[in-house]
């Protein structure tokens, strides 16, 4: 359940009729994967050798950018985000994959990977309303300090 790709899906009322449209998003990994026709990374929760070779390096910790855990909307953009990636920009009519993304909402990530769960701050005018979300760096060497860093973004997708 963990390690499926990140697919996207939009339900609308249109000219009377309910359209619905999907995609998968095109991270790095699954278009690699789906020109080869076989799995070749391995995800978060992946056991062994994904590629199904006898070697298996228990200890390599590089896994694969699912983009499945959650998906942004605001300010006129569209974002698929996992935990431990960068998040990948969407078109929001076709939901055609544009690409990881080293900035969002027009702010670099000073942080490269972004949390996928944010979030929205309601309020009774829909201009106040904020999106808050985090990003997050694990160092793996010891003595480095972990990085994170806050954004907030208004109604109009500009920071705050």
Known sequence: FFDG????YSVAFEN??????HNFVGTKGFTDEQAAQRMLYKGAFTIGNP???SFYNPFDFDVKNVA??????????????????KPH????????????????????LEVPQMAAHYRITD??????KRLIAFSIEAQ?????????????????????
């Open 5 to 8: 790709d990140g697919l996207v």
């Open 16 to 21: 009377g009729e309910l359209t619905f449209k």
């Open 51 to 53: 590629k199904g070779d």
């Open 68 to 85: 499945n855990t959650g998906v942004v909307d605001w300010g006129g953009e569209l974002y698929a985000l996992w935990e431990g990636g």
């Open 89 to 108: 920009k969407m078109d929001p009519k076709t939901l055609r994959t544009e690409g990881e993304a080293d900035s969002v909402l027009g702010h670099a």
């Open 123 to 128: 309020a009774d005018d829909p201009a106040k």
């Open 140 to 160: 793996n060497q010891p003595l480095q300090p972990n990085k994170c860093c806050f954004y907030e973004w208004d109604a109009a997708g500009k920071p705050v």
